[in-house]
């Protein structure tokens, strides 16, 4: 196994990795930034108002791109686990 190889496997797997957390930070993001101009302009201090909708966001979210995630992890598991001999000889 090459060091070059070591490196393909990491950035290929990082990215796999910020694909598939994208669309769920993304949600929390947004919904974050919304509740907080909302709470800022009704100076509403209610930790519950800003949770409350973010877990509400990422549960749509994730209904929405999970087959697609498991999808993109499998695929890549699939993947490395059929070039390991390739890598080993």
């Given at each position: 196994?090459?060091?070059?190889m ?28 919304l ?25 749509v979210v ?25 890598m080993l000889?």
């Amino acid at each position: 196994m090459t060091p070059e190889m070591v490196l393909s496997i990491a950035r290929e797997s990082l990215t796999v990795t910020v694909l598939v957390a994208a669309p769920l930070l993304l949600a929390a993001l947004a919904t974050g930034v919304l509740v907080g101009v909302l709470q800022a302009a009704t100076q509403i201090n209610e930790m519950t108002l800003s949770f409350i909708p973010k877990l509400l966001a990422l549960v749509v979210v994730l209904l929405a791109t999970g087959p697609w995630m498991l999808e993109m992890i499998t695929s890549y598991t699939r993947t490395l686990f059929h070039n390991i001999p390739g890598m080993l000889g």
